[in-house]
């Protein structure tokens, strides 16, 4: 049983690159998010799927997302910048507020 | 504004007891988490509260006070792989996750 999955570990793009994190998870989980971890700050919640085919709030500024089925949900760098530079950590749970799964983070370093 | 706060980093010794507070301020309650991260690696749930009192599992405890906004981990019989960061979370009352920046602990021979 995988859990969830993320690629890349690591990465480094140049700024206004754009890229693609992938997520997936094997556990038929409703839920799913992606935060970014910076040292010296708790985890920052990017934004959150509540199932499949819905997206639950307003997408911040210089990141896409979509969840087209359960298992998967991407995180998109529209134009990259250097102030996105953290480890992406994505996470699963069965319900609204349940224990967390996440994946073992991509580093991402934009220069 | 909501808030979390946990000591940055403690040192503890291999056998000895260590307790990792953590004191809360957030826009309602619905239950505070604890995570263990070893470096490098994802984090992995340890425990939830949602009562007041002590829950124990194993050598980890966690125990809340809901008037007080106040949680702690306590780990007992210290070995060396519980070197990690210990990070609380709060769930509000949009069942947002608050985070701590959480705490490294160091666990010394």
């Known amino acids: 049983n995988a859990g969830v999955t993320q690629t890349p570990k690591f990465h480094i793009l140049k700024t206004g690159q754009s890229m693609t994190l992938q997520c997936a998870q094997d556990m038929n989980h409703g839920y799913m998010s992606w935060y970014r971890q910076d040292p010296g700050m708790g985890l920052r919640l990017i934004y959150y799927s509540a199932a499949a085919g819905t997206t639950d709030k307003e997408v911040p500024n210089g990141y896409n997302v979509s969840r087209l089925n359960t298992e998967d949900f991407p995180l998109r760098l529209v134009s990259a910048a250097p102030s996105q530079t953290s480890v992406y950590l994505c996470a699963s749970s069965y319900s609204e507020g349940g224990e967390l799964f996440f994946g073992e983070g991509s580093r991402l370093t934009v220069l | 504004g909501q808030n979390i706060d946990q000591p940055t980093e403690m040192t503890a010794t291999e056998g000895a007891i260590v307790q990792i507070n953590c004191t809360y301020q957030?826009?309602?309650?619905?239950?505070l988490f604890w995570y263990q991260q070893h470096a490098g690696e994802a984090p992995t749930f340890l425990s939830y509260?949602?009562l007041d009192g002590l829950e124990e599992k194993g050598r980890f405890s966690s125990f809340l006070s809901r008037s007080k906004g106040y949680s702690y981990l306590l780990l007992k019989e210290l070995q060396m792989k519980d070197s990690a960061s210990y990070l609380c979370a709060v769930l509000d009352s949009n069942y947002q996750l608050i985070w701590g920046a959480g705490t490294k602990l160091i666990i010394k021979p």
């Open positions: 957030t826009s309602g309650f619905n239950g």
């Open positions: 509260n949602v």
